[in-house]
C-alpha cells in the first residue's frame, strides 16, 4: 500500500439510522483507506469518506450507563486512534479507526492492485449467451461455458482476472447474481463437469473477482473456466484478463467434441423405469447413436431436479 501498488476500499453493510448516527458511518457505503499504520502496538487505518459532506467516525456505540459505573474509578486514557484523530490537519469526513471496529462495522474490503506490476498480460473479450438455458445454473455442466487454454514460458505466478461489463447501471433491488473461476490441470482442453477442479474460486456479486495460481509450471497447459450462478437469461459480456512475470499463450481451449446434439426428455408415469434391477428398467427412454465413421464420443445426462440421481 505505500508504495502505492495497491488501493484499499471498504465497504459497510446494512446500518440502521439509529446506529449510523451513533458511530459516524453510513451504511451500504464504500470508503478509501489512505493510510496504514501500528501505534503502540494498535492497528490503524487512515479512511476517506468519498462524500464532501459525509459524516466521520466517531466511535464504538457507547457502552451502557451500568458498564460505565462500573469503570468509574478507573482513568480512561485516549487511545492512537483517538490522539490521531485529533489532528487539525485530518480534511473533513477522513478519519482514523482501528482494525477491530474495522471488522466489527464494514462488511468488504477490496484490494484493487496495480497491473504494471507484472511484464505481461493477455486480454480475451467474449461473449456469454445464457438466453436459451433451461436449467438452474446450481446443476448444469460446463458444456456450455466459455474455457480458454493459458500456459508461460518459464515458472511464475499467474494472476486470473474476470471483469464482468455492463450496459446500464444496475438497480438496488436487482437479484443478486455470481462469477468466479475455475482452473484446471488437464492439458488445456474444455471440461465438461466441475469435478477435479485444481483451483475453485469463490463465488462474488461484484464486477469482478481474482483468482492466483502462486507456482504456474512451465510449458504446462491449463484450462480457465468462468462459471456463474443466478445470472439473468440474457447475452452476457466479459474479459479475462491474466497476468504473469513470463510469457502468456491465451487462447479458446480446444473441444475434443466439435459435433453436438442435444435432445430433451422426460421420465413420465410411463416412462420412469427405474433402476438397472428393476423390471421395468427397458421402459427408461432410450435413444440410438449412429455416426458415420469412428470417432470418440461422450454421453452427458442433466437434470435440474436434485433429488434424482441420475446414471447413463
Known amino acids: 500500500h505505500q508504495y502505492g501498488d495497491v488501493l484499499i476500499t471498504m465497504g459497510t453493510g446494512k446500518i440502521s439510522s439509529r446506529t449510523e448516527r451513533a458511530i459516524g458511518l453510513a451504511g451500504e457505503h464504500d470508503y478509501a483507506v489512505l493510510d496504514m499504520r501500528e501505534v503502540d502496538g494498535q492497528k490503524l487505518m487512515l479512511v476517506k469518506n468519498p462524500w464532501c ?3 466521520s467516525w466517531r466511535g464504538s456505540i457507547p457502552r451502557s450507563p451500568i458498564d460505565d459505573q462500573d469503570d468509574e474509578d478507573e ?7 483517538d490522539l490521531l484523530n485529533q489532528d487539525d490537519k485530518l480534511t473533513p469526513g ?21 497491473p504494471g506490476l507484472f511484464n505481461f498480460r493477455q486480454d480475451i473479450h467474449f461473449a456469454w449467451d445464457l438466453s436459451a438455458s433451461s436449467l438452474s445454473s446450481k446443476y448444469k455442466s460446463f458444456s456450455n461455458n466459455q474455457q480458454f487454454r493459458v500456459s508461460v514460458v518459464a515458472p511464475c505466478t499467474v494472476w486470473f482476472l474476470l471483469s464482468r461489463h455492463f450496459k446500464d447501471g444496475r438497480e438496488n433491488d436487482h437479484p443478486p447474481e455470481y462469477i468466479s473461476l475455475y482452473l484446471f490441470d488437464n492439458d488445456g482442453a474444455k471440461v465438461y463437469l466441475s469435478d477435479g477442479a485444481l483451483h475453485r474460486g469463490p463465488f462474488v456479486d461484484s464486477p469482478q473477482t481474482l483468482l492466483r495460481l502462486d507456482n504456474m509450471e512451465a510449458g504446462r497447459k491449463y484450462t480457465i473456466v468462468p462459471v456463474e450462478q443466478d445470472l439473468g437469461p440474457t447475452v452476457h459480456t466479459f474479459t479475462l484478463s491474466v497476468f504473469a512475470e513470463q510469457r502468456i499463450a491465451l487462447d479458446e481451449a480446444p473441444n475434443k467434441y466439435p459435433c453436438q446434439k442435444t435432445i430433451t426428455a422426460a421420465w413420465t408415469d410411463e416412462t420412469a423405469g427405474g433402476n438397472a434391477h428393476s423390471p421395468t428398467y ?13 470417432t470418440p464420443i461422450a454421453l452427458l445426462l442433466e437434470t435440474d431436479v436434485e433429488q434424482l440421481h441420475v446414471h447413463v
Not at 482513568?75 to 486512534?81: A, I
Not at 477522513?94 to 496495480?114: A, G, H, K, R
Not at 421402459?283 to 458415420?292: D, H, Y
Open 53 to 55: 459532506e459525509g459524516m
Open 75 to 81: 482513568e480512561v486514557l485516549p487511545s492512537s486512534r
Open 94 to 114: 477522513t478519519f482514523w479507526i482501528d482494525l477491530n471496529s474495522v471488522m466489527q462495522y464494514f462488511e468488504s474490503i477490496y484490494l484493487n492492485w496495480n
Open 282 to 294: 427397458s421402459q427408461n427412454p432410450q435413444f440410438s447413436i449412429v455416426v458415420p465413421a469412428r
